[in-house]
């Protein structure tokens, strides 16, 4: 097994998945997903947090969401790129910003979650299961795994 490689912006964060394939991913078009990212939606991936291997000046910062679980956000010390985060209600998986992935070119959208929220000017792509709000975890689960 070769590994997934990737990392934050100035290079300064670099991390490895234990995984032989790019990770499924999924776009998350809630409001704090625009805000976190600057942009339409952000894109992740779930991955084994026992996969991944980080080295390099990696910052913490916790929040409690409004539901009462804790999120984890891993950012690089430097140049302030979210790297992943993990929350309470997943324990072992991580969340990887896609973006971050050496090979983020590559990556397919497997699925959509809180397109209510979806900046109206975007078209998401025929057949690709999409949610209103957050997915049910196994509904979720399934799209990325037919990915």
């Known amino acids: 097994m070769s ?3 990737g990392g934050c912006r100035c290079g300064a964060v670099r991390y490895t998945l234990a995984l ?3 990770p499924p991913t999924y776009a998350c078009h ?4 625009q805000t976190w990212s600057g942009s339409a ?3 992740q991936a779930f991955v084994p947090e026992a996969a991944l291997d980080v080295t390099g000046p990696v910052v913490i910062f916790e929040f409690t969401t409004p539901s009462g679980r804790i999120s984890t956000q891993r950012i690089c010390g430097t140049c302030h790129t ?7 209600a997943r324990p072992g998986i991580a969340v990887v910003r896609a973006g971050t992935l050496d090979r983020s070119d590559e990556l397919h ?3 959509h979650i809180w397109v209510k929220r979806k900046q ?3 078209t998401l792509p025929e057949g690709v299961p999409t949610w209103p709000e957050a997915a049910p975890p196994a509904d979720l689960a399934q799209a ?4």
């Open 3 to 5: 590994g997934i490689r």
């Open 20 to 22: 032989d394939a790019l």
């Open 30 to 33: 809630c409001s704090d997903c």
């Open 41 to 43: 939606f952000s894109q």
């Open 82 to 88: 979210r790297i992943y985060n993990s929350n309470s």
């Open 109 to 111: 959208i497997a699925a």
């Open 120 to 122: 109206p000017w975007l």
């Open 144 to 147: 990325l795994a037919a990915r």
